[in-house]
């Protein structure tokens, strides 16, 4: 099998999050979605404000720009900035706080 290249230059529009915690409702976008042997992988980019997790699968992310917090329901916040990964368990649920535009990338297990 030939490495899969993954570019991030073709973000979709901005669209609300489903389950926003704050108002406005915070505005997210994706760029070069597809799916590999393993799951699916791609960018995500999210503007300011606070929602619930969506994604029910495990989940690998890398943080290329921003900075905010996620709290998982019953747990202490996890702060993030450029540089840091964070991986979710299968299930994991709990509420993104984007302070400053977040852009990710992200490998998602099914």
């Not at 980019?45 to 921003?66: K, L, P, T």
């Not at 900075?67 to 916040?77: K, R």
Request: with cysteine; proline share 8%.
């Amino acid at each position: 099998m030939s490495p899969t290249l993954i570019r991030a230059d073709a973000f979709g529009p901005p669209v609300a999050v489903s389950r926003p915690t704050s108002e406005p409702a915070a505005l997210f976008r994706t760029a070069a979605d597809q799916e590999i042997p393993v799951g699916s992988t791609g960018f995500w980019e999210c503007m300011r404000g606070r929602f619930r997790r969506q994604v029910r699968e495990a989940e690998y992310s890398y943080f290329i720009s921003g900075q905010g917090s996620f709290t998982p329901d019953g747990g202490e916040p996890i702060t993030f900035r450029a540089g840091d990964a964070i991986y979710f368990a299968a299930n994991t649920e709990g509420e993104w706080n984007i302070i400053e535009t977040v852009r990710k990338t992200y490998l998602i297990f099914p």
